[in-house]
């Protein structure tokens, strides 16, 4: 499990991507799987935890961050061998490692920062697999092996049908988030404001927060533990999520239905997903909207709010559906026996015809061979290579194809720097793998 060391995971405060880390970290141990821990030091786990930054960036001005993120990647994939699975959540950096090990990598995409991050998440696209954490949230240019929402831990979260009158804004103060947004609903309404989370935008909170501030109607309680976070959550009237951008998921909405506290959210990302509008909150579309809904909280049932989160957002949910996740991988992976050059996978198998898909390793090559029983249409997915018949060299880039007729004299070679990977369709009286004579070999099987 490889967590980010922005933060320990779990976090003492804010830390998101940390948090769902340790949560889904621990739940696996319970169910008694083996799961080492690739963290900040000062992290804690029932699994194994294995540290080489000391402790979370964001807590230390003076470690490069760059240093300590090759460094904590590094140590992972140069384990590779240890584990059946890598689950990353560090974002796109470690895929750029994943083609130089057999070890299966699978990502669950939190969030991009910016759309110029894609060109690498595209480039590992057929060679990786990945999770997104709301169906609304998938990028169209990737393809997923499923969604898996976030869960909580929800009886941590406590229960409260008789709330206080004070509106909430919890979440890093950020304009995305829409801090500012949420201050003009608590002012066009007569509502007090409670304000708690990260400044990750210092400038954002010099001018459009802090002016608002007053101790008494406008509240900043600074970045909060999350002992103080979910007493706050659970005294709420409500919350409010004025969102200016497609949140992915939206942690703090389903921490706060888990405390009973109605939600009043911006209708964009995930929000649909997560509020079940005029049941659990309400999905607006402006301030003025926001401030109507504000008059209308008192008729949501809090018991509902909680209910919903136990039905749909448990930390047992969560680990089951990757759990299943990972047995897809596994499955999807499975080889007769390790190959030198890389692996396959066989997608469908009938009498009379097999569909593989191969995947050969940055500059290795299959072995030079013949088939007695069967031929082949090769299809390339990804990557580029060279394919020797009889004494032809053919250079095959991505949507190229090859056929290799009955007893041919055959080869492909990966000429890339990534995974060279091609759908092979085989047809013939017999289609086992020692249907093979192998002519010449670099790995001495000839």
Known sequence: MLSPIAWSTPPKKYGPWEYMVSLLTEGLVKRGIDVTLFATADSHTAGKLHAVCPRPYEEDKDMIRKVYEGLHISEVFERANEFDIIHNHFDYLPLTYSGLVDTPVVTTIHGFSSRKILPIYKKYNNSTFYVSISDAYRCNELDYIATVRHGIDIETFPFNDRPEDYLLFISRIHRDKGAKEAIKVAKKTGRKLRMAGFIADPEYFKNEVEPHID??????EGHVTQERKKELLSNAHALLHMINYEEAFGLGVVEALACGTPVIAINRGAMPELIMDGETGFLVNNIDEAAEAVEKVNFISRRRCRESVEKRFSVDRMVEDYIRV????????????????????????????????????????????????????????????????????????????????????????????????FIEVSQGDYLGEDDIERLEDKYGRA
Do not use: C, M
């Open 326 to 421: 990972y047995e897809t991988i596994l499955e999807k992976r499975k080889r007769e026996e390790k190959r030198p050059w890389g692996f396959y996978e066989i997608l469908a198998q009938k009498p009379g015809y097999k569909v593989k898909r191969i995947t050969v390793l940055p500059q290795e090559q299959i072995s030079l061979q013949r088939h007695a029983h069967r031929n082949e249409h090769w299809y390339v997915v990804s990557g580029e290579g060279l394919v020797t018949k009889n004494s032809e060299h053919l250079r095959v880039l991505v949507g190229g194809t090859v056929d290799i007729p009955l007893n041919e004299v055959h080869r492909i070679k990966n000429t890339g720097i990534q995974n060279l990977v």
């Open 215 to 220: 101790n008494d109607q406008i509240v900043y």
